[in-house]
Protein backbone atom coordinates (compact mmCIF):
# COMPACT_ATOMS: atom_id res chain seq x y z
CA UNK A 1 0.00 0.00 0.00
CA UNK A 2 1.72 3.44 -1.01
CA UNK A 3 0.54 6.60 0.34
CA UNK A 4 0.96 10.23 -0.52
CA UNK A 5 0.85 13.55 1.44
CA UNK A 6 0.05 16.74 0.56
CA UNK A 7 0.55 19.70 2.38
CA UNK A 8 0.72 23.50 1.54
CA UNK A 9 -2.36 24.52 -0.15
CA UNK A 10 -4.50 27.13 0.83
CA UNK A 11 -5.77 31.09 0.19
CA UNK A 12 -3.76 33.44 -1.26
CA UNK A 13 -4.02 36.99 -2.78
CA UNK A 14 -2.85 37.23 -6.30
CA UNK A 15 0.60 37.37 -7.13
CA UNK A 16 1.14 35.71 -3.94
CA UNK A 17 2.89 32.32 -3.32
CA UNK A 18 2.70 28.73 -1.92
CA UNK A 19 5.07 25.76 -1.75
CA UNK A 20 3.06 22.70 -1.82
CA UNK A 21 5.03 19.67 -1.05
CA UNK A 22 3.82 15.74 -1.16
CA UNK A 23 6.06 12.50 0.67
CA UNK A 24 5.10 9.25 -0.74
CA UNK A 25 5.67 5.94 1.70
CA UNK A 26 4.79 2.34 2.18
CA UNK A 27 5.63 -0.03 -0.18
CA UNK A 28 6.70 2.08 -3.02
CA UNK A 29 8.96 0.27 -4.90
CA UNK A 30 11.41 2.43 -7.59
CA UNK A 31 10.14 5.89 -8.83
CA UNK A 32 9.98 6.89 -11.45
CA UNK A 33 8.32 10.03 -11.99
CA UNK A 34 6.53 12.45 -9.33
CA UNK A 35 4.44 15.15 -10.51
CA UNK A 36 1.40 17.48 -10.11
CA UNK A 37 -1.93 18.07 -11.25
CA UNK A 38 -4.91 20.11 -10.91
CA UNK A 39 -8.56 20.45 -11.43
CA UNK A 40 -11.03 23.26 -11.58
CA UNK A 41 -14.46 23.04 -11.01
CA UNK A 42 -16.17 21.82 -13.98
CA UNK A 43 -12.53 21.17 -15.89
CA UNK A 44 -10.71 18.41 -16.71
CA UNK A 45 -7.70 17.47 -14.66
CA UNK A 46 -4.28 18.42 -16.28
CA UNK A 47 -1.07 18.41 -15.57
CA UNK A 48 0.87 20.87 -13.97
CA UNK A 49 4.55 20.00 -13.60
CA UNK A 50 6.09 16.55 -13.60
CA UNK A 51 10.11 15.90 -12.95
CA UNK A 52 11.50 12.52 -13.59
CA UNK A 53 14.38 10.50 -11.23
CA UNK A 54 16.16 11.64 -14.05
CA UNK A 55 15.88 15.14 -13.55
CA UNK A 56 13.71 15.88 -16.76
CA UNK A 57 11.26 18.14 -15.37
CA UNK A 58 8.41 19.00 -18.07
CA UNK A 59 5.72 22.11 -17.33
CA UNK A 60 2.07 23.03 -18.38
CA UNK A 61 2.44 26.40 -20.98
CA UNK A 62 0.06 28.08 -18.07
CA UNK A 63 2.99 27.87 -15.38
CA UNK A 64 6.14 28.29 -17.07
CA UNK A 65 7.92 30.55 -15.30
CA UNK A 66 6.15 30.86 -12.35
CA UNK A 67 6.33 27.11 -11.17
CA UNK A 68 9.19 25.27 -10.29
CA UNK A 69 8.80 21.69 -9.49
CA UNK A 70 11.79 19.78 -7.21
CA UNK A 71 12.09 16.84 -5.37
CA UNK A 72 14.22 15.12 -2.73
CA UNK A 73 14.79 11.60 -3.62
CA UNK A 74 16.01 10.40 -0.17
CA UNK A 75 12.95 11.47 1.12
CA UNK A 76 10.53 10.26 -1.88
CA UNK A 77 9.07 13.77 -1.36
CA UNK A 78 8.39 16.11 -4.61
CA UNK A 79 7.22 19.89 -4.00
CA UNK A 80 5.75 22.56 -6.17
CA UNK A 81 7.16 26.07 -5.65
CA UNK A 82 4.53 28.49 -6.81
CA UNK A 83 4.95 32.07 -7.50
CA UNK A 84 3.23 34.77 -8.77
CA UNK A 85 -0.61 33.14 -8.57
CA UNK A 86 -3.55 34.22 -10.52
CA UNK A 87 -6.51 33.27 -9.98
CA UNK A 88 -7.32 31.01 -12.76
CA UNK A 89 -4.74 29.13 -10.87
CA UNK A 90 -7.40 28.26 -8.31
CA UNK A 91 -8.38 24.57 -7.90
CA UNK A 92 -7.54 21.13 -6.20
CA UNK A 93 -3.82 20.10 -6.98
CA UNK A 94 -3.16 16.37 -7.22
CA UNK A 95 0.28 14.71 -6.18
CA UNK A 96 0.90 11.95 -8.36
CA UNK A 97 3.59 9.29 -8.69
CA UNK A 98 4.64 6.51 -11.02
CA UNK A 99 6.88 3.84 -10.04
CA UNK A 100 7.41 0.16 -10.22
CA UNK A 101 7.07 -2.23 -7.80
CA UNK A 102 6.65 -5.86 -9.33
CA UNK A 103 4.71 -4.01 -12.07
CA UNK A 104 4.24 -0.07 -13.79
CA UNK A 105 1.74 1.47 -11.28
CA UNK A 106 0.08 5.23 -10.48
CA UNK A 107 -0.47 6.60 -7.35
CA UNK A 108 -2.90 9.83 -6.25
CA UNK A 109 -3.04 11.75 -3.56
CA UNK A 110 -6.10 12.73 -1.60
CA UNK A 111 -5.32 16.43 -3.58
CA UNK A 112 -4.77 20.09 -1.30
CA UNK A 113 -7.20 23.32 -2.63
CA UNK A 114 -5.38 26.11 -3.57
CA UNK A 115 -7.35 29.54 -4.18
CA UNK A 116 -6.07 32.46 -5.17
CA UNK A 117 -8.01 35.92 -4.66
CA UNK A 118 -8.59 38.80 -7.24
Known amino acids: QVQLVESGGGLVQAGGSLRLSCAAS????????MGWYRQAPGKQRELVADLTTGGNANYADSVKGRFTISRNNAKNTVYLQMNSLKPEDTAVYYC????????????WGQGTQVTVSS
Open 26 to 33: GRIGSINA
Open 96 to 107: KIRAKFIREYDS
